[in-house]
């Protein structure tokens, strides 16, 4: 049994979506609703929450690629929380489908040059460093923040995802790419688990690699 208050905040989205609004703040809302339904076992709610996020966060332009994305007024703060609300919307709706099973994804996938968030410390400090940001092409052993190595692990799961689930024809090159992504997630394992110790809180991206 759901709880009232989760009840009400679905229906207060609902009248939101019905009026029209949508923002930044109402999109982040709904993440919310999405870690709710999943840590309580709701994955049939969570899968079509994360959908009705992911055209959301489409509608206000947060998907790579978006002109909207680069506004003549944003700051460089506010382009980073708008690239991290995406990344969240894009890894979330990995990990739904892979406990579900499902190889249809709410968001497309990430290009190989698509930035990642930027080191956790500097974005809570909203200090953000002038360096090259790293993207998906990055190699592992290039350090990057906790966030951004959720992303590149999701993208993976994705690959993962479609591999088992919407398997190619070709039976030779879909054992070629089976031995590639096993290889590339299980190199990730020690240094998931490094860097697990070094935060010391729960890593999402070492969970989802082994599961």
Same mark, same amino acid.
């Given at each position: 049994?759901?709880?009232?208050?989760?009840?009400?905040?679905?229906?207060?989205?609902?009248l939101?979506?019905?009026?029209?609004?949508?923002?930044?703040?109402?999109?982040?809302?709904?993440?919310?609703?999405?870690l709710?339904?999943?840590?309580?076992?709701?994955?049939?709610?969570?899968?079509?929450?994360?959908?009705?996020?992911?055209?959301?966060?489409?509608?206000?332009?947060l998907?790579?690629?978006?002109?909207?994305?680069?506004?003549?007024?944003?700051?460089?703060?506010?382009?980073?929380?708008?690239?991290?609300?995406?990344?969240?919307?894009?890894?979330?709706?990995?990990?739904?489908n892979?406990?579900?099973?499902?190889?249809?994804? %709410?968001? $497309?996938? #990430?290009?190989? +040059?698509?930035? &990642?968030?930027a080191?956790?410390?500097?974005?809570?400090?909203?200090? !953000?460093?002038?360096?090259?940001?790293?993207?998906?092409?990055?190699?592992?052993?290039?350090?990057?923040?906790?966030?951004?190595?959720?992303?590149?692990?999701?993208?993976?799961?994705?690959?993962?995802?479609?591999?088992?689930?919407?398997?190619?024809?070709?039976?030779?090159?879909? %054992?070629? $790419?089976? #031995?590639?992504? +096993?290889?590339? &997630?299980?190199?990730?394992?020690?240094?998931?688990?490094?860097?697990? !110790?070094?935060?010391?809180?729960?890593?999402?991206?070492?969970?989802?690699?082994?599961?």
């Open positions: 049994m759901v709880s009232s208050l989760y009840t009400t905040v679905k229906t207060s989205m609902s939101l979506e019905a009026t029209g609004y949508n923002s930044l703040d109402t999109i982040q809302c709904r993440l919310l609703v999405v709710y339904e999943m840590g309580h076992g709701l994955y049939p709610a969570a899968s079509i929450s994360i959908g009705a996020c992911a055209r959301a966060a489409r509608n206000m332009g998907h790579p690629g978006s002109l909207e994305a680069a506004e003549p007024t944003s700051t460089e703060v506010i382009d980073e929380e708008r690239r991290r609300t995406w990344w969240a919307v894009h890894n979330l709706d990995r990990f739904i892979l406990y579900g099973g499902d190889a249809v994804f %709410a968001t $497309e996938d #990430a290009n190989i +040059e698509d930035p &990642l968030p080191e956790d410390g500097s974005w809570s400090q909203n200090a !953000l460093p002038d360096t090259v940001r790293a993207n998906l092409s990055t190699p592992a052993a290039f350090k990057v923040g906790q966030f951004a190595r959720e992303c590149q692990v999701s993208h993976l799961v994705g690959r993962v995802v479609r591999h088992v689930f919407n398997p190619i024809s070709d039976p030779n090159f879909h %054992a070629d $790419e089976a #031995a590639q992504l +096993e290889r590339t &997630l299980m190199s990730l394992v020690p240094l998931l688990t490094e860097e697990e !110790l070094k935060f010391r809180n729960y890593c999402g991206a070492l969970a989802m690699c082994v599961r």
